[in-house]
């Protein structure tokens, strides 16, 4: 009860419901949040802690946002950490332990223009992410991920990667031929609330 409370709260004040505070269970909410990332088209890394279970890691998260800079330009934009939450916790879920390959993170709207993206990406305010993944994990990751309703999902099986973001709950691709979750009535109203901000499916 005390939870459903403060989720209207936040929605009230125009507020983003966390990760942490609303989708999460308690076991998970506690623990430490660590990611093992690398963008493919650059090499940079991440290994680490970037949460510590109650608040992420400033310090994490800027050198998250460094390997996720736009590949083309190298432009850093601060990463959205209810984005990097969301590829946390479908990783987690899908039972992927060690490092994920980021094929796109952070984009321009120069860089976003160049790989005909959508005029209102996700990627273009750095709460997007393309992740590899072989073609054994591919379909269960996006299962996973369209399961659990926190974002944008896309499938991409011939070109071997995933979308992820921390936009509305919405799907496309090969993951749209499957059905979405149902969602309780506090759950529809968050998404009613993130829709009303008129972001469409970008990959």
Known sequence: MQRRTLLLSTLA????PAL?????PRTERLGVRRLALRHEATGARFAGPYHNGLAPDPVALADISAVLAD???GAVRSFDPAALDVLWLVSRRAG???ELVILSGYRTPRT?????GAGDSQHLRAAAMNVMLPAANLASFAETALSLGLGGVGSYPQRGFVHLDSGPPRHWGQAAARPVPHLDPLA???EAWAATRGRLPSP
């Open 188 to 190: 529809r109203m968050a």
């Open 71 to 73: 590949h083309h330009s």
């Open 13 to 16: 004040m125009g507020g983003r």
């Open 112 to 116: 976003n223009a160049l790989v005909d």
């Open 96 to 98: 992927l332990g060690g």
């Open 20 to 24: 942490a505070a609303t989708t999460t």
